[in-house]
């Protein structure tokens, strides 16, 4: 009877580990997938949030383009700060994009 009752116990206690193990791998794919939609959500949010950023970046930089052009402004921009304005707001455009698509689509472990 000794036996059949250790038996039972083994069984019993390896049961509860598997049930155990079940339930924390449970809980850890559903926190990824609470991650994961938590992740998407900031995303799009953000990324609403930089093209804006980007779209009034170029704005003023027109702005200050065609203004020159039209001397409408008291001083004038030489044509080096102009270019310097052009490259780094140019530089600046892909760069924050080439950022923003990175994260977007992250690669997969």
Known sequence: MRSTERTFDAISR???VENESKIIDNALK???LDSNIQ???QRK???NKIFWMLVSFLFVTMVFVFLNALKCI???????VMVA????????VVGIFLVVVKYLFKATK
């Open 74 to 80: 008291p001083f004038e921009i030489s044509d080096t």
């Open 45 to 47: 949010e953000f990324t």
């Open 85 to 92: 304005l052009l490259t780094t707001s140019s530089a600046n």
């Open 14 to 16: 390896k049961s509860s």
């Open 30 to 32: 559903q926190e990824r």
């Open 39 to 41: 992740d998407r959500s």
